[in-house]
């Protein structure tokens, strides 16, 4: 995998209730982006992001992964995050690494408790969100139905942007409201689909759906609303940028449907999350400490000096101790001296890795907004902060949550403790 710049990475939480396919909505994407020569099962035992033997026997996201997809020209880190509260911990790891939210919702259920903990969230921490409406080729799936739900839950701003075409009962394809084109299905991953003319029953619907989309872009610029309410019809330029800053300050929430055991939607899915989803660098500056106490504002752009946040810790039997990293600012590189912000003590950087569920691979240096992961940190813990020498700083903490219950282990034998401590 090449090394990305940091405007040509986008970061996102997959988030949603436990069920709902957020695994295998990443699952859909590797194989379609040919990361992968099948599609992994948790069940099985064979899929590349839950591979640890206890996800395997409860069929489930235990740990948060980080997924990194080839996308047109661009790196889309996914963070696949449990959906189960017992596992909060990792959620709110994976939380905040996240700049956007893909919230994965049942078809039959999409208004379950973690559905709803999920949008709360990235509200409350304003960030850009999409829906995806997923296991539409299930048996008695409505997309009226669901979308109908998520709009009166969750207000105006949710809109379609890609709607199923039924036929016969069957979900065959899907019409894209803004190119105005519909695509059928044809074959496992759906890539030999053509786009096609929109077909004629449901030119109404789309129709109308396209205008909440023209009338969201109107509230975000007075040009354009001017032009919205004169009657006359956007430009496609103006409609896609009028959509960027629609998603990017929350006006608009688009959704979009599909099937992930299917692969049906999930090229245009990844569309849709390059082309408006923002950047981490466009956030534009970040604040950090000093050993002192004192505020200082960072540029997130590579040209910053270097400060890189550590979100999660593993131990790996063979690796030994993982570090997942997030860069806040400047570029990490191996073979590089770094120092702790947080302790004042060095570390070096041997080698860096980007992680790719069960994979590893080695890469040269990461950029500001991008994630990886460091090998046998020795005075480096989760939550710290790695700069450089002579320029000490630390980014905010991560706020975990309490645990609301503990079990501690112990020792029978001293050849017991003398395992136990390694």
Known sequence: MKDYLSSEVRNVSVVGHSGTGKTSVLEAMLYYTDATD?????????????????????????YTSIVPIEWDDCKINFIDTPGYLDFIGEKEAGNSVGDNVLIVVDAKDPLQAGTKMAFKEAQSQKKPTIFF???LDEEHTSF???????????GKSVIPFEVPIIENGEYVGTVNILRNKAW?????????????PIPEEMMDEVSMYKDQIAEAVAMGDDELMEKFFSGEEFTDAELTKGVR???????????????????????????LIVSYFPTYSEKGVYTATTPNGVKVELLTTEQEVLTAQVFKTIVDPFVGRI????????????????????NGKPEKISQIFIIKGKHQTAVGKLFTGDIGALTKLQNTSTND?????????????????????????????KNDEDKLSN
């Open 38 to 62: 099948r599609f992994g099962r948790t069940s099985e035992g064979s899929s590349l992001i839950d591979f640890d033997a206890e996800e395997i026997r409860r069929g489930l996201s235990v």
């Open 133 to 135: 409406i997923n296991k």
């Open 144 to 154: 009226e139905k669901a979308y109908a739900q998520l709009h009166e839950t969750f």
């Open 184 to 196: 059928y299905h044809h074959g496992p991953k759906a890539s030999d689909s053509i786009a096609q």
């Open 245 to 271: 800053i629609g998603v990017r300050n929350g006006e608009i929430i688009p959704v979009f449907s599909g099937s992930a055991i299917e692969s049906r939607g999930i090229g245009r899915l990844m569309d």
């Open 323 to 342: 570090s997942y990293i997030k860069v806040l600012s400047g570029t990490l590189a191996s073979d590089s001296n770094v120092v702790n912000g947080n």
């Open 385 to 413: 902060t790695l700069c450089e020498k002579g320029k000490l700083l630390s980014a905010d903490p991560i706020v975990f949550t309490e645990p609301l219950y503990g079990q501690a282990v112990f020792p029978k034998t």
